[in-house]
């Protein structure tokens, strides 16, 4: 792995992080909205991550390998992506009675989101910690670098 692939996967780290605490914030700025665009209540969004892949050349070096009987290392350590924002359909909404509130239904039930504050306040710590593990990882890298540049002169 190169010194600027090591730095590419640090800031692709950063980037999905910083996204994920985005989400988490505008989940937490929508606890109490029961109104949207769809005309029902907010529901909580969550961020899916995956490996970002360099599969431009596995297929040459798998058959490679196949040829010559050398095994084959994947290359580890390409960063993440973020595929795609999802909503949550599993956790449940929050029904709390409230028969005054415009958004009530016959029963005088309001649907609040799904979101639970507790919840989503311990992903923003973790989210946050990502981060900043990924930027001790950059510094880390940088500094080696600037080191390495430092001996060359």
């Given at each position: 792995?190169s010194v600027m692939s090591t730095l590419n996967v640090s800031a692709s780290g950063m ?38 892949s360099n599969d431009n050349t596995n297929f040459q070096k798998a058959l490679d390998s ?88």
């Open positions: 792995m980037t999905a992080q910083r996204t994920r605490m985005d989400i988490i914030a505008q989940n937490l700025a929508n606890v109490n909205t029961t109104r949207t665009d769809n005309n029902g209540p907010y529901r909580r969004q969550t961020v899916v991550f995956e490996e970002r196949a040829q010559t009987g050398v095994k084959y290392k994947k290359n580890v350590g390409n960063g993440v992506k973020i595929t795609h924002i999802v909503e949550d359909h599993v956790t449940a909404m929050k029904k709390v009675y409230d028969p005054s509130h415009p958004d009530a239904d016959e029963e005088g039930y309001v649907t609040y989101p799904n979101v639970d504050t507790v919840t989503e306040m311990t992903n923003l710590i973790d989210a946050n910690r990502s981060y900043e593990a990924n930027v001790t990882a950059f510094n880390a890298t940088k500094s080696m670098l600037m080191k390495a540049m430092d001996i060359g002169t």
